[in-house]
């Protein structure tokens, strides 16, 4: 069991281009989440997705974010038109349905740097 | 809604000594409490849950932690700290009907040798 893959692991971008993120969750997952965490900073909530569906975006910027988990193919967090302060570790996670007793299980993680 | 604090930022303790994460939370229901440990460039790894039964959980790497159900606490524990064990923590819940965990902000432990 290969576990939460996030790739790429490292993404370079300028101000002003498109950043891709993907996350393939665990074998059996069916729910993903992503959170982000800045500098020295806690994990912040952005999204909460089941195959097809938007459960929960409450923590997703209003703009330039957007958020997709298709019934084939990993999910994809993508922004648009990046600025500097989107510089941060993006992370996914994967549970279970329900996500019972085993909380999630996070991938290692896409360090965004905006130059 | 539920939430999760944890009031220490940063938490400095001499290898050898014991150690305490504090965590308090805040969750309609049964709680299904959670700590998870973060080491430089890494994802969040698992330690220990706290589901029903024994309110003493035991988890990886000698980590412990205690559920009070009065204070609300989960607080984690360990009786001898590594230098290894330096890394930043994270509490979170969940209650026995959703499935979205609150994660607190985060304690960074440093242990000195």
Redesign the interface.
């Known amino acids: 069991n290969a576990g939460v893959m996030q790739n790429p692991r490292h993404l370079v971008r300028r101000r002003g281009q498109e950043a891709r993120l993907r996350c393939s969750p665990m074998k059996g997952h069916s729910h993903v989440y992503w959170y982000r965490q800045l500098p020295e900073e806690g994990l912040k909530f952005m999204v909460y997705l089941q195959k097809e569906n938007i459960i929960d975006e409450s923590g997703m910027p209003k703009e330039r974010f957007s958020a997709e988990f298709p019934k084939e193919g990993p999910s994809i967090l993508r922004i648009q038109q990046v600025v500097r302060g989107d510089s941060a570790a993006y992370f996914c996670a994967s549970s279970e349905v329900g996500a019972t007793s085993y909380g999630y299980t996070f991938g290692s993680g896409t360090r965004l740097t905006v130059v | 809604a539920q939430s999760v604090a944890q009031p220490e930022d940063q938490v400095n303790v001499a290898e050898g000594n014991p150690l305490t994460v504090k965590c308090t939370y805040s969750v309609s229901g049964n709680p299904?409490l959670?700590w998870?440990v973060q080491y430089p460039?890494?994802?969040?790894?698992?330690l220990l849950?706290y589901?029903t039964g024994d309110n003493l959980v035991k988890g990886s790497y000698g980590f412990e932690a205690e559920f009070n159900k009065s204070q609300t606490s989960f607080h984690l524990k360990k009786p001898s700290a590594l230098v290894s064990d330096s890394a930043l923590y994270?509490c979170?819940v969940?209650n026995n009907a959703?499935?979205?965990?609150?994660?607190?902000?985060?304690t960074r432990l440093m242990v000195k040798p």
């Open positions: 299904y959670f998870y460039n890494r994802g969040l790894q698992f849950k589901i994270f979170a969940k959703g499935n979205m965990l609150t994660f607190g902000g985060g």
